[in-house]
């Protein structure tokens, strides 16, 4: 069987210092058993500081770089998959640690499973370091991919920073929608659902490993009470559209009686907690709030949608 090969995607904007040391962690990794097979693809996307200059700096022919003028992360992906010279293709996220064996791990799933696309954990990394309050699940996704061995994911969707395609799976759904996903001083995700959605629906295989992991920087304005809340606005307008969903009227009552159940239960679960002094005042704000303001805009969002169908279903 002729040996895999892979294109390790990096898209950047406006991070050289960080990138740096994210394309560092790799190096150590392209040993002689993985040098022929890999090749590690930056795709700029249209920065202004120096990241040209600092992928200069890694003299290799390993690494190639790509210049996408037209800002946001879909368009980055898009370009990152497309010029990519490998059957498959591992995005990692710009201001991410490898671990010492992400490289390795990537192989043996592509060569020991069935799996069409995988992802795998993201772990905090303090590099500019920690708030007191801040509490390790605020930054991982082990807190809902609560998986202790390798998965199928048949409903729930890994992290788009840690995420392994197979080139002709990305083809085939035309890469990542373009209206989704993060852009400068734009917060907003929906982007890799909707694609692991779209591979589901042609049968492709998802999968999950809990030992395929990055170290993922928590940027100081993520430790503040405000990003909590940034982020649960941001998913929950996208909620209906990543997940291609009609929302009916039972759907959108349901979230106003969970949204108003879970501020009385939520508020006693904290109450609790400050108690055993497991909580501080931030870390109930956190879990009262994010949690209500999402069902909030899921509903805010939801409700034009349904009269929107409701008036085409009339007509």
């Known amino acids: 069987m002729p040996q895999r090969t892979l294109t390790i995607v990096i898209c950047t904007f406006n991070r050289a210092a960080i990138l740096k040391e994210c394309i560092e962690s790799l190096m150590p990794q392209l040993s002689e058993e993985f040098s022929d097979r890999v090749e590690i693809l930056i795709v700029d996307n249209n920065s202004d500081d120096d990241t040209k200059e600092t992928v200069r700096q890694f003299k290799t022919s390993k690494i190639a770089y790509v210049f996408?003028?037209?800002?946001g992360l879909s368009y980055a992906r898009n370009t990152g998959y497309k010029n990519a010279n490998s059957e498959w293709v591992a995005y990692l996220d710009d201001d991410a640690l490898a671990a010492h064996d992400w490289l390795a791990r990537?192989?043996?799933?592509?060569?020991?499973?069935?799996?069409?696309a995988f992802g795998g954990a993201f772990d905090p990394w303090y590099r500019d370091g920690k708030v007191s309050w801040y509490l390790d699940e605020y930054a991982t996704n082990r807190t809902w991919l609560k998986y202790e061995k390798i998965s199928h994911?048949?409903?729930q969707n890994f992290c788009g920073g840690?995420?392994?395609y197979s080139k002709k799976s990305l083809t085939s759904v035309d890469g990542f929608p373009i209206d989704l996903g993060m852009s400068a001083g734009k917060v907003a995700y929906g982007e890799e659902t909707e694609v692991q959605q779209k591979l589901r629906a042609k049968n492709y295989k998802l999968g999950y490993d809990p030992e395929l992991i990055?170290?993922?920087?928590?940027?100081?304005?993520?430790?503040?009470?405000s990003w909590f809340f940034v982020r649960a606005h941001a998913a929950g307008k996208i909620y209906w559209q990543a997940n291609h969903l009609n929302p009916s009227l039972l759907m959108?009552?349901?979230?106003?009686?969970?949204?108003?159940?879970g501020l009385f239960k939520d508020s006693?679960?904290?109450?609790?907690?400050m108690q055993k002094g497991h909580y501080k005042i931030q870390n109930s704000l956190i879990y009262i709030g994010e949690r209500f303001v999402l069902k909030i805009i899921k509903f805010r969002f939801g409700l034009p949608l349904f009269f929107a169908k409701t008036r085409f279903n009339n007509e």
């Open 268 to 273: 006693w679960f904290c109450f609790r907690e």
């Open 252 to 261: 959108l009552f349901g979230l106003l009686v969970s949204a108003l159940k």
């Open 214 to 225: 990055i170290h993922h920087y928590v940027a100081p304005y993520k430790q503040r009470l």
């Open 106 to 116: 990537i192989f043996w799933l592509i060569e020991n499973t069935d799996f069409e």
């Open 68 to 71: 996408e003028p037209t800002q």
């Open 162 to 164: 840690n995420a392994v």
């Open 153 to 155: 994911l048949k409903q």
